[in-house]
């Protein structure tokens, strides 16, 4: 289908952040990053998915993001 689900299983109070770049998927290109503070990467605090550089889910935690029809 099109959506895509993140379920990060690293414990949160671990890392502050880490980034999943150019992660090819069915044609389209992911990033998945995890920025604590959003002092990092500078795209805001917490967990984003991008889709071909697009935004398509964020949670302020680092916690499940399920972000449908989002592959078309």
């Known amino acids: 289908d099109n959506t895509i689900e993140v379920n990060p299983l690293i414990p949160a109070d671990k890392w502050d952040w880490f980034c999943l770049d150019n992660v090819l998927y069915h044609g ?4 998945i ?3 604590k503070n959003g002092d990092r990467y500078h795209c805001g605090k917490g967990l984003r998915i991008f ?3 697009k935004e398509v889910g964020q ?3 680092l916690t499940k993001i399920v972000c449908e029809n989002v592959l078309k």
Do not use: E, I, P
């Not at 389209?28 to 990033?31: A, D, R």
């Open 59 to 61: 949670a302020d935690t």
């Open 28 to 31: 389209h290109n992911l990033t």
């Open 51 to 53: 889709v071909d550089g």
């Open 33 to 35: 990053l995890w920025d």
